[in-house]
């Protein structure tokens, strides 16, 4: 088992031994138990793969090596929130359900999940006071990737095909020729007729996307890759079967995927292929994320949009109240919101256009209120809360430096990235801006400015949904990267650790900041 996971091992004194869920083998990855993993002192190895560089040498120390795990855990949404799932229990937060009556108390920490894909965890402080604000660190668990569609089945020449679906503005060139294989949900029958919510992860390449040949297309590389969507983007599954054998062969083909698909799931589900009853299946590129560049200085991996910001924020909050100590002076509540759907507007019940902030902060407030809610008492919470969407910045691109506004070219190593833009596609302003940049100041942590060109369009993220729906201070930051929306990302390993401890300094030291601002 240790083979097929190949956890990071973090540089720590002594062995450390932590309780956590792991996957019984790699085949029957929905297998979870409640096991002891260790973690000793060596080097940090970089990634799962077993062909791994060394030397992990950063600011953060083994937020790094861990980051790294996480992306290798989480090929899918659903992944990322199970195994942020996984860490926040293994480090005493409490799973609630909202479908249940809610008993909260200060000095608490707790959380929730939303279709397996969205998360909300929070602790409160132990000096809170009913009306005192929220302090949030939201970002997304979804990437831009290929979805089988519904019915994936189909065959051309001699081959079988699965039919897919673009999500998000990927960057679709670069899911040609790589190794591709399948993760997702999957919901399976059980034996006493009830229906079972499962995560798979087939880790053998499947499928490949593969290019013309140059002899086929010379003009190529004068007129540029142009590939059609729907047509040219359809993955090789499998030879087709011929005929004559697919008449009495148990795998020929019938129903919405083919069968030699859903035989593989089921071998990985451990259950028959008729007890499958819905699939939810992503594309995902099989290449380990790692370490790279001269100095081992840059991170190469898919999903860095956003997952890390994501992990980091999620570890900034768990150690910001990790000891007893920890919440002992905090008069706010800290939180972390990981929304889905942000690649393609947010606008579903797991994305950040959904009430789902703004619900958790009513209940958490009424139920701390133990039954006395004065006039407002949850607005005005609000209007004493400070958002930090945290989502991935465009660095400075070296061969097309000109696409960038000459005075904000953010660049790897020099921090993270605060991002303005007039026309509200990011939620920053002057004072939001001031009030987070103050709490890189104290703790001596850079901050680069990003806006973009006036003759190019600007992106968007989720601060500015979620500021006009919940109608809270945000402030727009990210981490620099490259490639992104590609299937392989890259980014600064110290830009990393810079993110950890700003996220973390956020929450230990704003309330004591946001007291100084005065309104005249």
């Known amino acids: ?21 792991i996957f019984s083998n790699c085949r029957h990855r929905n297998a979870i138990d409640f096991r002891v993993r260790k973690f000793h002192t060596s080097r940090i190895l970089c990634s799962q793969s077993d062909q791994t560089p060394e030397g992990c040498c950063s600011p953060g120390g083994s937020i790094v090596g861990d980051l790294l795990d996480y ?35 200060p000095g608490g920490r707790y959380f929730f999940t939303r279709n397996m894909s969205s998360l909300v965890a929070f602790a409160v402080g132990e000096k809170y006071t009913i009306g005192n604000g929220f302090h949030v660190i939201a970002a997304h668990t979804d990437s831009p990737c290929l979805k089988l569609k519904p019915k994936s089945a189909s065959s051309k ?10 999500y998000g503005s990927g960057l679709w060139h670069t899911w040609f020729d790589r190794d591709l294989s399948v993760a997702g949900r999957v919901i399976v029958r059980s034996s006493d007729g009830s229906y079972l919510q499962k995560l798979v992860k087939v880790k053998k390449p499947l499928l490949r ?48 995927h083919h069968l030699l698909l859903m035989k593989v799931l089921s071998e990985e589900l451990s259950c028959s292929i008729d007890d499958i009853v819905s699939i ?53 509540i800290r939180m972390v919101a990981l929304f889905d759907n942000e690649e393609v507007g947010s606008g579903s019940i797991q994305g950040a256009g959904a009430p789902t902030m ?36 465009h660095a400075v ?13 953010p660049e790897m190593q020099k921090g993270l990235v605060i991002k303005y833009n007039a026309n509200q596609r990011y939620a920053t302003s002057d004072v939001t801006a001031f009030l987070f ?13 990003f806006v973009v060109r006036n003759d190019m369009g600007c992106g968007s993220t989720i601060g500015p949904i979620l500021a006009s729906g919940v109608g809270i201070r945000t402030v727009d930051c990210g981490i620099a990267q490259l490639s992104m929306h590609s299937v392989r990302e890259i980014c600064a390993k110290e830009d990393i650790g810079i993110a950890y401890k700003y996220f973390k300094a956020f929450y230990q030291t704003f309330s004591s900041i946001d007291k100084k601002l005065q309104v005249d």
């Open 71 to 105: 992306l290798n855990e989480s090929w899918t949404q659903f992944h990322a929130t199970a195994e942020a799932k996984r860490q926040l229990l293994a480090s005493g937060f409490h799973l609630l359900n909202e479908n249940d009556e809610w008993d909260l108390k």
């Open 437 to 449: 940049k103050e709490v890189g100041r104290i703790h001596d942590l850079p901050t680069q400015e």
């Open 209 to 256: 996307i593969p290019t013309l040949a140059i002899h086929l297309d010379r003009t190529v590389n004068k007129d540029g890759f142009k590939p059609n969507l729907e047509t040219h983007l359809i993955p090789i599954f499998a030879m087709k079967l011929e005929e004559a054998e697919s008449k009495s062969n148990v795998l020929s083909p019938k129903g919405p």
């Open 1 to 21: 088992m240790a083979a097929t996971l190949a956890r990071v091992q973090l540089l720590r004194p002594s062995p450390v031994v932590r309780p956590s869920v």
């Open 157 to 166: 020449s001699c081959y079988q095909m699965v039919n897919v679906q673009t």
């Open 280 to 332: 939810e299946l992503n594309l995902c590129d099989t290449q380990p994320s790692c370490l790279g560049g001269g100095n081992d200085e840059f991170i190469f991996s898919g999903r860095l949009d956003n997952l890390a910001s994501s992990y980091c924020a999620l570890r900034a909050l768990v150690d910001s109240c990790k000891s007893s100590t920890d919440l002992s002076s905090e008069h706010a």
């Open 358 to 393: 703004f619900q958790a902060m009513r209940r958490i407030v009424g139920c701390l209120a133990h039954g006395y809610i004065s006039e407002g008492v949850t607005e005005r919470a609000i209007r004493q809360s400070f958002l930090v969407s945290a989502d991935m910045a």
């Open 397 to 409: 691109h070296p061969n097309f430096m000109d696409k960038h506004e000459e005075h904000h070219r």
